[in-house]
């Protein structure tokens, strides 16, 4: 645990210093020998956390902005997010979520349970499929065409319940209608017997941030409760959207 820390101060150190770091500088700043500042620099570049110039000196990456962009997004727009989640479920009485894209996947960063909801295998901090997913549908039709032509090439449309799309022409039209009229429907397309409405959350840039999602009991559904359910669902993204900075 001693050496971790060691690596843990030797990062620090760079992030903050003001110009780019060398080996003896460190080594006298942190009192650490120059072997040991040597090999703990060495590391942290080979993981690519530091770049390292032609005179031997050392700044942060970009990957290390990427996982503080992570953090923070996900910290924030949970914190921004959170009460209307629980007034969501309390006026409809059903599960809700929060996720955000991670590349090809989505993750739930929060979670509301509904007590007319049945039980769901979801769990704050995993993953999930974008494709087969009110929450992840909702992200994905938000894309750019290349940025969806990439998903598309990476990822395999694996059936997952009895209505998952799996032909990706379904699906780019799916997504299209989606971008349209600015809400996701999973008809039992995750997990059989649960239906889910999504709706994404957008920033001050118009871009989507994250996703908001009710999840209820197919059978218990007729077209007036989908249209209540959807209109709280627009308004709760509408809501959140407007704390993280969307104008529109």
Same mark, same amino acid.
């Given at each position: 645990m001693q050496s $971790?820390? #060691? !690596?843990i101060n030797v990062l620090e150190y760079v992030i903050y210093s003001p110009k780019p770091v060398s080996i003896n500088q460190a080594a006298r700043d942190l009192?650490?020998?120059?072997?040991?500042?040597?090999?703990?620099?060495?590391e942290l570049y080979k993981?690519?956390?530091?770049?390292k110039s032609n005179d031997?000196?050392?700044?942060?990456?970009?990957?290390?902005?990427?996982?503080?962009?992570?953090i923070l997004k996900r910290i924030s727009i949970r914190e921004l997010a959170h009460p209307f989640l629980v007034d969501l479920m309390a006026k409809t009485g059903q599960t809700v979520h929060l996720g955000i894209r991670e590349g090809s996947k989505?993750?739930? $960063?929060? #979670? !509301?349970?509904g007590p007319n909801s049945l039980p769901m295998v979801s769990k704050i901090g995993a993953s999930f499929?974008?494709?087969?997913?009110?929450?992840?549908?909702?992200m994905l039709a938000f894309l750019e065409d290349f940025e969806i032509n990439k998903y598309l090439k990476t990822v395999k449309l694996v059936k997952k319940a009895k209505n998952t799309l799996t032909n990706q022409d379904k699906l780019r039209k799916d997504l299209e209608d989606i971008k349209k009229r600015h809400f996701s429907m999973d008809m039992e397309e995750n997990e059989d017997g649960?239906?889910?409405?999504?709706?994404?959350?957008f920033d001050f840039n118009g871009s989507v941030i994250a996703a908001v999602s009710l999840s209820t009991i197919a059978s218990k559904l007729n077209e007036?409760?989908?249209?209540?359910?959807?209109?709280?669902?627009?308004?709760?993204?509408k809501e959140i959207s407007n704390l993280a900075g969307c104008k529109v």
């Amino acid at each position: 645990m001693q050496s $971790v820390r #060691k !690596v843990i101060n030797v990062l620090e150190y760079v992030i903050y210093s003001p110009k780019p770091v060398s080996i003896n500088q460190a080594a006298r700043d942190l009192n650490m020998s120059v072997s040991n500042v040597y090999k703990y620099l060495s590391e942290l570049y080979k993981c690519g956390l530091l770049i390292k110039s032609n005179d031997k000196t050392y700044t942060p990456s970009l990957k290390v902005v990427e996982y503080s962009s992570t953090i923070l997004k996900r910290i924030s727009i949970r914190e921004l997010a959170h009460p209307f989640l629980v007034d969501l479920m309390a006026k409809t009485g059903q599960t809700v979520h929060l996720g955000i894209r991670e590349g090809s996947k989505g993750v739930y $960063v929060d #979670k !509301v349970e509904g007590p007319n909801s049945l039980p769901m295998v979801s769990k704050i901090g995993a993953s999930f499929d974008l494709y087969s997913t009110a929450l992840g549908k909702a992200m994905l039709a938000f894309l750019e065409d290349f940025e969806i032509n990439k998903y598309l090439k990476t990822v395999k449309l694996v059936k997952k319940a009895k209505n998952t799309l799996t032909n990706q022409d379904k699906l780019r039209k799916d997504l299209e209608d989606i971008k349209k009229r600015h809400f996701s429907m999973d008809m039992e397309e995750n997990e059989d017997g649960i239906i889910c409405i999504g709706a994404p959350i957008f920033d001050f840039n118009g871009s989507v941030i994250a996703a908001v999602s009710l999840s209820t009991i197919a059978s218990k559904l007729n077209e007036q409760l989908i249209n209540e359910y959807t209109d709280k669902v627009l308004i709760c993204a509408k809501e959140i959207s407007n704390l993280a900075g969307c104008k529109v």
